[in-house]
Structure formats: structure tokens, C-alpha cells
């Protein structure tokens, strides 16, 4: 077992002197090593350097530390990981609820603008046909139904009430067209 | 771990919040250390410490105690950063000296205390073990050389871990200068 031709320690102690160092080694087992270590200057050599080395290795090893702000960072993700689909949900709600609002409104002013103009083409059309009826009829203020003169003054009375009829509708449902003047 | 028993309490009532906020101060400190033993890098291992407990916070729920709360979370640890391991792997080569391994053991010898180039070499040569020595080794150091912790954190049987780190020092032994091993 101590053959100075070999390097190393003796293969049969080689794990006894790492745990021999340790202080890991059953009480017996230890007091055998020991002995042997007495006795073989190989293993000797070997146990000492190694123990140099573990001091160097525990001296030379970076021991770095978790930096102050960790427990702040992990706080901040885990929170940003609970609320953004939270608020995520709630803007999506908001969204589409205004969204639908816009689109309501959006129709019902469409809606409003064709009414009116169809109110104001009818006063217009039925204004129209007032004048050229009046125009035909001269002075004469009393029209007589049966005449042809006289059917289109008619006509054009019944147009102005239509449209009068039709006005008034259309304003009721907030729908005549005013260019922006009454806001 | 009586730590651990009040967690799982905590668990098993269902309050995973409490059970969490027991679980970070109680472990920061070794998951961030098993992470810098794989990663050899300060800010990578305190971003996959960071990683390793956002994956925790949303597992907790699913904690079913089969395994060691422990085993569970340096496993969780393990993953992330074997996964950034990966992510680093397209730029990582043994041979070329501007690679970010070599960058890191670079980065990693130059902040130490001061400079020192019989440290230098050393950490140069565990930076030639085979990676399960070298994060065994660093570890060990770290966890101020319990073999136990070592085989918990990295999840191997305390034999493997014995026979690890014996090898990993046998060869440190070999590799190291006889000058510089008796020099201290």
C-alpha cells in the first residue's frame, strides 16, 4: 500500500481521507484511518494537500448575495401579473360598451337627418305647389274644387298642411336638420 | 423543516397567499444560490430566482405534497435555469474565449475581492470540470459544504453528490500546479 512509485492516495483509503476530513466518518472507521495515516506518508501528503485545496476553493469561490431590492422586484411582478388582466377585462367592458353607445347614437342621428330631410323635401315640394297655385289663381282667395284652376290652390293647402304635419313630426323626434345652429 | 410544516398548514387550508409569502423568505436565499451554481453568473441567477418564484406563486394552488416543498421548488429552480441555459445555447462555445461562458467566468473571477492569479487559476480550472462538478462544487462552497443541502438542491441521492464533488476535487488536485497547492 505505500509503494512511492505511485502518486495519489491508497485507493482504499482515498474516500475515508475526504470524509475523514469532513468529519463525517464513523468514530471507528476514523481511528483506522488515522493509523494509516501514521503510517503512509503518500496519503499524508495527499490528505494535507487537499485540505489546502478546500481552503482555497471556500476562499476563492465568489459568494454573491441577493441584491436588496429582490423581495420589492418579485412583489412588482407577481402584482403586474394579477392586475393587467383585470384592467385588461374592465377597458374591454368599457370599450365595447362605448363603442355601442357611439354606434346607437351614430343611427339614431342618421336616422333623425333622413326624416328631416324627407320632412323638409315635402315642405318644400308642397311650398312649391302652393305658390304655382296661387299664382294661377290670380287674387282670388276662395277656390272652387271643381274648377282646374282652383284643384291645384287645393292641392297645394293640403301640400302646406302635409308639410306642416311633417315638420312638426320630424321636430318632435329631435330630427330636423339645423346645421349645427341650435347647438 | 418547521418552516415548511407551517407552509403546508397554510396549503392545506387554502391560503395559498400566506403559504407564499412564508415560501419566498424562507427559500429566496437557496434558490438563488442553486441558481448561481448553474448559472455562474450574479444577475442571471437573481432573474431565475425571480423566475423560479413568479412559476411558484402559480403552482402553489396545484401543490399536491407528494414531494418535499423544498424538492419541489429547487426542481422548479433547476428548470428555469436549465431553460435559460438553453436560451443562451446558440452563442455558447467552449473554445472561442469572447463566448458569454467565457465571458461569465471572466465576469465572475473579476468580482472577486481583489485581484489574485493563483485564485484566477483556480477558478479557472473549475471552469474545466464537467458542469454537474462544477455546479456541485460551487454549490457546496456555498452551502458552506453540506452534502445534504448539495443532494437536495440538486436533486440527486447524497452517494452521487459524495462521489461528485470527490471526483471534481480529485481532478482540481491533478490539474492544480503542486506549487500553488502547497504555496498555501
Same mark, same amino acid.
Not at chain 1, 393587467?84 to 339614431?108: F, N, T, W, Y
Not at chain 2, 428555469?80 to 469572447?98: A, G
Not at chain 2, 474545466?128 to 458552506?144: C, G, I, M, S
Given at each position: 500500500?505505500?509503494?512511492? *512509485?505511485?502518486?495519489?492516495? !491508497? $485507493?482504499?483509503?482515498?474516500?475515508?481521507?475526504?470524509?475523514?476530513?469532513?468529519?463525517?466518518? &464513523?468514530?471507528?472507521?476514523?481511528?483506522?484511518?488515522?493509523?494509516?495515516?501514521? %503510517?503512509?506518508?503518500? !496519503?499524508?501528503?495527499?490528505?494535507?494537500? #487537499?485540505?489546502?485545496?478546500? *481552503?482555497?476553493?471556500?476562499?476563492? @469561490?465568489?459568494?454573491?448575495?441577493?441584491?436588496? $431590492? #429582490?423581495?420589492?422586484? @418579485?412583489?412588482?411582478?407577481?402584482?403586474?401579473?394579477?392586475?393587467?388582466?383585470?384592467? =385588461?377585462?374592465?377597458?374591454? &367592458?368599457?370599450?365595447?360598451?362605448?363603442?355601442?353607445?357611439?354606434?346607437?347614437?351614430?343611427?339614431?342621428?342618421? +336616422?333623425? %337627418?333622413?326624416?328631416?330631410?324627407?320632412? =323638409?323635401?315635402?315642405?318644400?315640394? !308642397? %311650398?312649391?305647389?302652393?305658390? +304655382?297655385?296661387?299664382?294661377?289663381?290670380?287674387?282670388?282667395?276662395?277656390? =272652387?274644387?271643381?274648377?282646374?284652376?282652383?284643384?291645384?290652390?287645393?292641392?297645394?293647402?293640403?301640400?302646406?298642411?302635409?308639410?306642416?304635419?311633417?315638420?312638426?313630426? =320630424? &321636430?318632435? +323626434?329631435?330630427?330636423?336638420?339645423?346645421?349645427?345652429?341650435?347647438? | 423543516?418547521?418552516?415548511?410544516?407551517?407552509?403546508?398548514?397554510? /396549503?392545506?387550508?387554502?391560503?395559498?397567499?400566506?403559504?407564499?409569502?412564508?415560501?419566498?423568505?424562507?427559500?429566496?436565499?437557496?434558490?438563488?444560490?442553486?441558481?448561481?451554481?448553474?448559472?455562474?453568473e450574479r444577475a442571471a441567477a437573481e432573474d431565475a430566482a425571480q423566475e423560479t418564484f413568479v412559476r411558484v406563486w402559480k403552482a402553489l394552488p396545484g401543490f399536491d405534497g407528494r414531494a418535499a416543498l423544498g424538492t419541489w421548488i429547487y426542481a422548479i429552480t433547476r428548470n428555469t435555469c436549465l431553460m435559460e441555459l438553453r436560451r443562451r445555447r446558440p452563442t455558447v462555445s467552449f473554445d472561442d474565449p469572447d463566448s458569454t461562458e467565457a465571458q461569465h467566468a471572466a465576469a465572475s473571477i473579476a468580482s472577486g475581492p481583489a485581484a489574485d492569479p493563483e485564485r484566477d487559476n483556480l477558478l479557472r480550472l473549475v471552469d474545466t470540470l464537467p458542469h454537474n462538478q462544477q455546479e456541485a462544487v460551487r454549490l457546496f462552497y456555498l452551502?458552506?459544504?453540506?452534502?445534504?443541502?448539495?443532494?437536495?438542491? /440538486?436533486?440527486?441521492?447524497?452517494?452521487?453528490?459524495?462521489? /461528485?464533488?470527490?471526483?471534481?476535487?480529485?481532478?482540481?488536485?491533478?490539474?492544480?500546479?503542486?506549487?500553488?497547492?502547497?504555496?498555501?
Amino acid at each position: 500500500m505505500n509503494d512511492p *512509485t505511485l502518486i495519489g492516495p !491508497c $485507493t482504499d483509503y482515498e474516500h475515508d481521507l475526504v470524509d475523514l476530513h469532513d468529519g463525517t466518518l &464513523a468514530p471507528d472507521r476514523a481511528r483506522v484511518v488515522r493509523r494509516h495515516l501514521e %503510517a503512509c506518508p503518500r !496519503c499524508r501528503d495527499w490528505q494535507a494537500k #487537499f485540505a489546502i485545496l478546500e *481552503t482555497r476553493l471556500a476562499a476563492a @469561490l465568489p459568494r454573491p448575495g441577493l441584491s436588496p $431590492t #429582490f423581495d420589492a422586484k @418579485l412583489q412588482q411582478r407577481l402584482a403586474a401579473l394579477v392586475r393587467p388582466p383585470v384592467r =385588461s377585462d374592465l377597458r374591454a &367592458a368599457l370599450e365595447r360598451e362605448h363603442d355601442s353607445l357611439i354606434d346607437s347614437l351614430r343611427r339614431g342621428a342618421r +336616422r333623425h %337627418a333622413i326624416l328631416g330631410a324627407l320632412g =323638409s323635401a315635402a315642405v318644400m315640394l !308642397c %311650398a312649391l305647389a302652393a305658390v +304655382r297655385g296661387l299664382l294661377a289663381q290670380g287674387a282670388g282667395l276662395v277656390p =272652387s274644387v271643381a274648377d282646374g284652376p282652383e284643384r291645384w290652390l287645393m292641392l297645394g293647402i293640403v301640400g302646406v298642411a302635409m308639410a306642416v304635419a311633417a315638420l312638426g313630426w =320630424s &321636430a318632435g +323626434r329631435n330630427g330636423v336638420p339645423t346645421l349645427g345652429m341650435l347647438r | 423543516m418547521a418552516m415548511d410544516a407551517g407552509i403546508e398548514q397554510h /396549503l392545506a387550508a387554502g391560503r395559498h397567499a400566506r403559504a407564499f409569502d412564508l415560501v419566498v423568505p424562507a427559500y429566496k436565499d437557496r434558490v438563488f444560490r442553486l441558481a448561481y451554481s448553474i448559472l455562474k453568473e450574479r444577475a442571471a441567477a437573481e432573474d431565475a430566482a425571480q423566475e423560479t418564484f413568479v412559476r411558484v406563486w402559480k403552482a402553489l394552488p396545484g401543490f399536491d405534497g407528494r414531494a418535499a416543498l423544498g424538492t419541489w421548488i429547487y426542481a422548479i429552480t433547476r428548470n428555469t435555469c436549465l431553460m435559460e441555459l438553453r436560451r443562451r445555447r446558440p452563442t455558447v462555445s467552449f473554445d472561442d474565449p469572447d463566448s458569454t461562458e467565457a465571458q461569465h467566468a471572466a465576469a465572475s473571477i473579476a468580482s472577486g475581492p481583489a485581484a489574485d492569479p493563483e485564485r484566477d487559476n483556480l477558478l479557472r480550472l473549475v471552469d474545466t470540470l464537467p458542469h454537474n462538478q462544477q455546479e456541485a462544487v460551487r454549490l457546496f462552497y456555498l452551502e458552506d459544504r453540506s452534502y445534504e443541502t448539495v443532494a437536495e438542491q /440538486l436533486g440527486m441521492p447524497l452517494g452521487t453528490v459524495k462521489n /461528485l464533488l470527490h471526483r471534481a476535487r480529485k481532478r482540481l488536485m491533478e490539474l492544480a500546479r503542486p506549487d500553488e497547492v502547497k504555496a498555501a
